[in-house]
Structure formats: C-alpha cells, structure tokens
C-alpha cells in the first residue's frame, strides 16, 4: 500500500512563489503516474497537473498553464509542483494522488492534502 505526504504549503503574497513536495512511500513512486489536484472551500476537487512514471510526459489545466510545474525525482520517490505567479483563485487544499500504472485508471491514493492560501 503507499502512503503519500505533502508538504510545502503557507501563505504567500500575490505574484509570489511555493513548492509543494509530495513524499511517496510503501512503494517505489516509479510504479505510479503521479499528480496534484486542488479543492477551494465549496468547490471540486480539480485536477491541476500530471506526470507519467518516469517524467516524461505532463499535462496542466488551463488555470494553471505557464505558472506551475510538475516534476518527479524517482530515486528520491518525491513529487514536486513549482508554483509561480500565485494568485488569490488559487487558494485551496492541494492533493497529491497516485495511479498505479497498469491499473484501473484511476487515482486511487491520496494524501491528506496542504493548504495554500494566496492573499491579495
């Protein structure tokens, strides 16, 4: 079973800069497509970034696009989203989850999540 922990979350100035880690463990973060969805009070959870099992493929929500980054480091079995130019929408609880790959599909290990909060 994997866990997952994140980290890195505060509250930051608009325009400003977070990292957020994510800290896999239980098993090697390489058997898993990783990403970081968020949830703003009295909204769904959205999905924000992905990355493949080794790094070499993402995707990002339009929200999100030219802003943030996704990265992985498998031999440290951490994953990291690099958020620049923060703004106040994107405060909110920010997940890291996990698919296993040749599974359903689906994120299906999640962490308990960090807040972001972004003030104007």
């Known amino acids: 079973q994997v866990q997952l922990v994140e980290s890195g979350g505060g509250l930051v100035q608009a325009g400003g800069s977070l990292r957020l880690s994510c800290e896999v463990s239980?098993?090697?973060?390489?058997?898993?497509?990783m990403a970081w969805f968020r949830q703003a009070p009295g909204k769904e959870r959205d999905m924000i970034a992905t990355i493949n099992w080794n790094g070499g493929r993402t995707y990002y929500a339009d929200s999100v696009k030219g802003r943030f980054t996704i990265s992985r480091d498998n031999a440290k079995n951490t994953v990291h989203l690099q958020m620049n130019n923060l703004k106040p929408e994107d405060t909110a609880v920010y997940y890291c989850a996990a698919d296993l790959i040749g599974g359903p599909g689906v994120y299906d290990y999640w962490g308990q999540g960090t807040q972001v909060t972004v003030s104007s």
């Open positions: 239980g098993r090697a973060s390489s058997y898993y497509n």
